[in-house]
């Protein structure tokens, strides 16, 4: 059965960081492109940075310059480096293979930016 668990969410303050993670099981982790994905309220489910089996990067335009995605192939695990955070980086943000598999679908991480 493959798993994806997301943690690291928090309430931040505009600017402030967070780095978030996602342990993977159930699958052989260094083959896949992991990505993370993000769905705000009342909006569609997004892509935010995807990395691949040999450590190439992408991500969305709005992120980009702000975070940072990268992965540990030993212990199955990504992380999301978030700085410079806005209101609008509000979401709930998941974590699943490029392109996102819908029977992978973790609970999710959520992420608040306010003051």
């Known amino acids: 059965q493959v798993q994806f668990v997301e943690s690291g969410g928090g309430l931040v303050q505009p600017g402030g960081s967070l780095r978030l993670s996602c342990a993977a099981s159930?699958?052989?982790?260094?083959?896949?492109?992991i990505a993370w994905y993000r769905q705000a309220p009342r909006k569609q489910r997004d892509f935010v940075a995807r990395?691949?089996?040999?450590?190439?990067?992408n991500y969305a335009d709005s992120v980009k310059g702000r975070f940072t995605i990268s992965r540990d192939n030993a212990k199955n695990t990504v992380h999301l480096q978030m700085n410079s955070l806005k209101p609008e980086d509000t979401a709930v943000y998941y974590c699943?293979?490029?392109?996102?598999?819908?029977?992978?679908w973790g609970q999710g991480t959520q992420v608040t930016v306010s003051s």
């Open positions: 699943n293979i490029y392109p996102g598999n819908n029977d992978y």
């Open positions: 159930g699958i052989i982790f260094r083959l896949y492109t």
């Open positions: 990395i691949t089996n040999g450590g190439f990067t």
